[in-house]
């Protein structure tokens, strides 16, 4: 049901009415003169500026239609005071920033009178509203070095009425190198620090300094590559930087890239002839190269130009010493031992150099030395037992032995030395438990390894000692001398197959050794490789020829028919023992297969001459003479044999046949 209105109410609701209808229009005259007057004020100051572009009509209507019923107010111009000078800017200008810069909004010209309702944001630094304050470029430029690749923002001052914006001024945040610069020296953590360099470089490309700095924060960060990359392009630059040269040089020893580091210090050298820190590098570069003589001379250009610099002459003493040039090392030093008395590193390595140099009892009193200033020196009391070893004196060998073991148990080297001690006493026993120690501190020591396989042929515990010398070849796969142990044991265990194959692969790796022919071809020969074991006898033969490999070789040649070989055989044996009877009874032996009967009696001649009691020798020249038809001869020859052995059946029945044949000869005539 509608509610019902009475004639009273409807009255009072009129007059209420009235009573609004007339504040307003009250109120709206006030702001028609208002409006009119102030639009009349700024029009005549804003038609200068603008060139009469915004006539007094117009203002007069915005800031009425602003004023009286509350539109949007238009936006003119910002009024700016930046670094002392005021600016104008205008909707559709850009208004720029760097960090230097202080600037203050000091006005917001718009159609609303007296700014009612307007503010100022300035996105990313200030407060809500930010006219009338005084603000730095810094905030803003932090903020924007701040963002990550990929996220870059735009900035604008944002004017506003009621807080719905009503302009909007794009800024333009101008970062320069050092504004890269300032936030890398404020940044703790290396990542960034070479982040904020790196863009600074981009900037500003031929920087040198920045590029050192980037330089120095890849190195601080562990990328010594890059760290190289940048001072590679400082070079480019200023090429007789000398604190650059310094610091790439160095980082170029301590990548061990000494032949990129050498040219560098020769540049410094060229710069400043009188580094001796330049030409102590050049040696200490050439020394790891290997090149002992420049490593030698360019220490002595430091030790020179600086001589009290004992480091270097201690490096000069070394490089002396790794030349082979054991006296000039001790001469160097001796001196750094009496200018470094307490320093135990030079007297330990003069220690070294007399013990080189057969000087025992000098090594000995200074490794003496040596273990007052550390008596728990294990190396010096080991040192103390190479050199009485040489001297002779084993039980103090194995006395500073003992005790250095005692100080370091864990030292294989000791250990080991101890164990050739051991062995030089023939105290193989106890010399193989230290060579069993070893292999326990260092399982791949193929010394030990090989040393105590030995011992195990000794003992003929082959089985052992091939499972010894097959680790050795796991670890040198080309030890010929190995193969040839390998070979050796195989065949002691009758596997001669496997004993040609290590043969075979000791002469492939080169073994010195030539009686490796020999041994191969015995295994040969045990495998039932005959032919394979003649060349290999042969190849001995024509290296060390001896009467036992001949007469193999000639046993072979003769049962193959092959007589020429027999025969060179024979005489090679005969040159090794010319006056050996056999060799050249045999030799005619062989002539006379060949058909060659003369050579075979003068030989059989020969073999009779230095030995005339044989009776087979007879024999054997008697058939020779029946060949050639010198009956007489071979009867007396049957005869001499029959006189030597009347046992000859073979004699007993030729003589009578040679007489019948020389009667027979004798009719004839």
Request: glycine fraction near 4%.
């Amino acid at each position: 049901m509608k509610d019902r209105v009475t004639a009273a109410q409807k009255g009072k609701r009129e007059e209420h009415t009235k009573k609004r209808f007339l504040i307003p229009l009250w109120l709206v005259v006030v702001l028609i003169v208002f409006s009119v007057v102030g639009g009349m004020l700024v029009d005549r100051y804003a038609a200068s500026q603008y060139n009469g572009v915004v006539t007094f009509f117009n203002r007069a209507k915005s800031s009425f239609l602003t004023t009286a019923l509350g539109h949007e107010p238009h936006f003119y111009h910002l009024e700016i005071e930046k670094n002392g000078t005021d600016y104008r800017v205008d909707e559709g200008d850009v208004f720029e920033i760097s960090y230097r810069d202080e600037f203050v909004i000091k006005k917001v010209v718009t159609d609303s009178l007296f700014g009612k309702g307007i503010s100022v944001d300035i996105e990313g630094m200030g407060g809500e509203n930010d006219l009338r304050i005084l603000l730095k470029g810094l905030e803003l430029i932090e903020k924007v070095l701040e963002e990550k690749t990929g996220e870059k923002k735009s900035y604008r001052i944002k004017v506003q009425h009621d807080k719905k914006t009503i302009a909007s001024i794009p800024v333009a945040v101008k970062i320069q190198p050092q504004d890269w610069l300032r936030l890398g020296r404020q940044t703790d953590d290396e990542k960034s620090r070479i982040e904020y360099l790196r863009r600074a470089l981009d900037m500003k490309s031929d920087d040198v300094n920045v590029r050192k700095m980037l330089a120095q924060g890849y190195i601080a960060s562990g990328n010594i590559k890059k760290g190289i990359e940048e001072y590679e392009k400082v070079l480019k630059a200023e090429p007789k930087n000398l604190s650059v040269l310094y610091k790439l040089s160095k980082l170029y020893m301590t990548r061990a890239q000494y032949g990129k580091a050498l040219p560098l210090y020769r540049r410094i050298v060229r710069i400043d002839p009188k580094s001796d820190v330049a030409y102590a590098n050049i040696a200490y570069a050439y020394e790891q190269l290997g090149n002992y003589t420049r490593a030698i001379a360019n220490y002595d250009a430091s030790v020179k130009l600086n001589p009290g610099d004992t480091r270097v002459r201690y490096n000069l003493a070394v490089a002396y010493d790794k030349a082979g040039k054991t006296k000039n090392a001790i001469e160097h030093y001796e001196y750094v031992v009496r200018k470094m008395p307490r320093d135990v590193n030079a007297k330990s390595a003069l220690a070294d150099a007399y013990y080189r140099t057969e000087k025992y009892d000098e090594s000995i009193e200074l490794y003496k030395e040596v273990l007052k200033k550390q008596p728990k020196n294990a190396t010096a009391y080991a040192n103390i037992g190479l050199a009485a070893g040489a001297k002779g004196q084993w039980e103090r060998e194995v006395a500073n032995y003992t005790k250095a073991i005692s100080l370091n148990p864990k030292d294989p080297v000791i250990h080991f030395n101890l164990a050739v001690a051991y062995e030089k006493r023939k105290r193989f026993k106890d010399a193989a438990k230290e060579y069993e120690t070893v292999l326990s501190l260092k399982p791949d020591d193929t010394d030990a390894m090989s040393r105590l396989a030995d011992y195990y042929v000794r003992r003929k515990s082959f089985k052992k000692a091939i499972g010894l010398y097959e680790k050795i070849l796991k670890v040198s796969p080309k030890d010929a001398s190995t193969y040839v142990r390998l070979g050796f044991a195989y065949g002691e265990m009758k596997d001669h197959k496997r004993s040609a194959q290590s043969y075979e692969k000791a002469l492939q790796y080169g073994v010195k050794d030539t009686r490796i022919h020999y041994d191969l071809a015995f295994a040969y020969k045990k495998a039932g490789q005959n032919k394979k074991a003649i060349a290999e006898y042969e190849k001995y033969a024509s290296l060390h020829p001896n009467i036992e490999v001949l007469t193999i070789l000639v046993e072979q040649y003769v049962m193959k028919k092959q007589y020429t070989k027999a025969i060179d055989a024979y005489e090679k044996m005969i040159k090794i023992d010319p006056k050996r009877a056999e060799l050249y009874s045999s030799l005619g032996y062989v002539y006379g297969k060949k058909g060659d009967v003369d050579r075979a009696i003068a030989n059989y001649k020969k073999s009779l001459r230095y030995d005339s009691e044989d009776d087979t020798v007879y024999l054997s020249l008697a058939e020779a003479y029946e060949k050639k038809k010198m009956y007489r001869d071979a009867l007396r020859e049957f005869t001499n044999a029959y006189q030597l052995n009347p046992d000859s059946q073979r004699a007993a029945k030729k003589i009578p046949e040679m007489r019948i044949k020389i009667l027979k000869e004798k009719h004839k005539e």
